[in-house]
DNA sequence: AATTTTTATGCAAACGTTTTCGCGACAAAA
DNA sequence: TTTTGTCGCGAAAACGTTTGCATAAAAATT
């Protein structure tokens, strides 16, 4: 009764048939006369029974589980993506192990590994900012199982890969500021390893370089946290040419520009505008002016990653390298003009 | 070579021995020579053997998963907590699926089936907001697998469970209003349906009672998002006695109430203060005065879960109601005196 | 030398499915 | 009547492990 889970042994069992009957009639196959499958329907419910997704994955070598790898679970665009993976691979029957490498190059490797073990049907990842040897990602697709990078990709190993326009949306933002009469544009740029945010320091030069205006390094500075834009902020401000408008590589560290510009008595967006990226929506909503950002459609993201992935599970040749680019949109609101 | 993973067998085959010798000197079995194992674990790495988790679970009834529902990953709550499972979990080898319910009562019950399909060997859940209807949990624990409750939990189902002090924490809020001189304190309630809810609300009474305080209703008033916070708050600032001290369900709806005092030109904290409940680094870094708030330690809260989880596991009577208190903190900074 | 004990290994069953193959019954066609 | 075909079902193998039991060889004891 409440000894464990029934099975369709238990069934076969019951109704004095052979378990591949009831096996054949759970799946309604045409063999099966009606009347059967009825009775096998009836006595499952009866014995509440569960099809054991463990026997089930080994007899087809399908475990329908994907595993997810990001950096870090608590950042709010992490955590986006990683409803949207969840929320399609539900509907198609799957189910997510999750793992962090909190930004560990190392930790990457064991999650791999551990996916591996699991015999997950396919792996998403968004690479580590540490990462810089990629042979585990080869590994995976040496084992046959398809593999789908998502925002943080990786150009050294051929796979799906599933990004939105960070130049074109860095593009749009530093446009903006030109066409609102700035000339004097910041960037507040993230850690170089990364491609996102070489793509969105790229997005911003190439506005400049469109306008003629030539790029002043003193303008270029690294800061991807609170406190880094706060500081490398005041700096910007100590320089002989202030500038009128900065572009920071993420909204938290907009939001540490914008306390410094506050502290010093700018005013925005009269006169420093600012635009941060990702439209987190706590961020964008509590600073004061509230704060203009490209939107990321993280899940959508998601979503897309785990599609393509899905896609690609049961193919002969899973890893076509397809870049899915979703769309990034400016934001405005109250720090720019 | 790349077909597949290597199994036990191809070791077996390659060596010239038997399967059952190969899994007994992987699993370092007394019964087997130095000689044997070391020639088994080489063949293995040659071969890059990572062990089948799928058949190691069918076989020994245990899959070395567990299940993780919450209402929304994209909560930094949520995702800390989540991220507090995940690395417990891993220490032990074991995963985590998650699960999100979105605050729906349906998606739970299929969640739990799903799990129980997938048949992890223990299940940490935090319930839904619209659950009101327990049989699914009692469901769970039926099938004898270990559940524990987290941060929302559920007092009809006997099961250990993991808090942390709602009611202390709110306490502690309205004790250091009273105690700066704070008499008319206001609080923004959460759902009545959270028991998380009833606690904070609960504390905040206790303290107004202690103090022989009269309670007011028109200052206690629902509201658990940014938008119902302002909103309320502006209600509050009609009031013929306005209120001299606001205490907030969450964080989020603090910010709401923040905006709503600084537009209608309150001094916070001079005129009125405010404390939230959960200590988000990013709403309480953002906010200007920066706000003070309950920590609430979700990262902990997370691991203590997973632990109790994995410590009921192959147990014979695993269902202790055995409630895990975790302290909460009240953080000072510049919305209180 | 004969017996017992220890050591190291293999056989086979089991976990819960799915699926290939085959078979008997019965109906339709020759 | 024989042949052919369809229908409904069962037997058994397989997926990759673990493990109780048996056993052969070697070592220790009598």
Chains 1, 2 share one sequence.
Do not use: W
């Not at 009957?21 to 309604?28: G, I, P």
């Not at 700018?266 to 004061?288: A, H, M, N, Q, Y």
């Not at 897309?304 to 405005?332: C, D, Y």
Request: glycine share 6%.
């Amino acid at each position: 009764m409440s000894k464990g889970q029934a099975t369709i042994k238990d069934i076969a069992k019951a109704l004095r048939i052979s378990v591949s009957t009831v096996s054949r009639a759970l799946h309604d196959h045409p063999d099966i006369s009606e009347k059967t499958k009825k009775a096998v329907r009836e006595e499952a419910r009866r014995l509440d029974y569960q099809p054991n997704l463990i026997a089930q994955g080994l007899r087809q070598q399908k475990s329908h589980l994907i595993g997810l790898i990001v950096p870090e679970i608590v950042h709010h665009f992490f955590s986006t993506t990683l409803s949207g993976v969840e929320d399609f691979a539900n509907s198609q029957g799957y189910h997510v192990m999750v793992c962090q490498s909190n930004e560990s190059y190392e930790r990457e490797k064991t999650n791999v590994k551990a996916l591996l073990s699991s015999r997950v049907d396919g792996i998403i990842v968004s690479v580590s900012k540490e990462t810089t040897d990629f042979s585990h990602f080869k590994h995976i697709q040496k084992r046959g199982i398809p593999l789908v990078f998502m925002d943080r990709i990786c150009n050294e190993v051929k796979a799906p890969s599933v990004v939105c326009q960070d130049y074109e949306g860095a593009y749009m933002a530093a446009e903006h500021f030109i066409s609102h009469g700035r000339r004097r544009i910041a960037h507040l740029r993230g850690p170089k390893s990364l491609l996102i945010s070489k793509q969105r320091l790229n997005g911003y030069l190439d506005v400049l370089s469109k306008h003629r205006i030539p790029k002043k390094d003193e303008y270029i500075v690294f800061a991807s946290d609170f406190e880094s834009g706060y500081r490398e902020t005041l700096r910007l401000l100590d320089l002989h040419e202030k500038p009128d408008a900065i572009f920071a590589v993420n909204d938290i560290t907009a939001a540490g520009s914008l306390r410094a510009l506050q502290e010093k008595g700018f005013r925005v967006p009269e006169d420093i505008s600012v635009i941060g990226f990702g439209d987190d929506p706590v961020i964008t909503k509590l600073t004061v002016p509230k704060l203009s950002s490209i939107y990321q459609p993280g899940y959508e993201m998601g979503k897309m990653s785990a599609q393509m992935l899905l896609k690609n599970i049961g193919v002969q040749e899973p890893f076509p390298h397809e870049i899915r680019v979703l769309k990034t949109e400016l934001k405005l609101r109250e720090t720019t003009l």
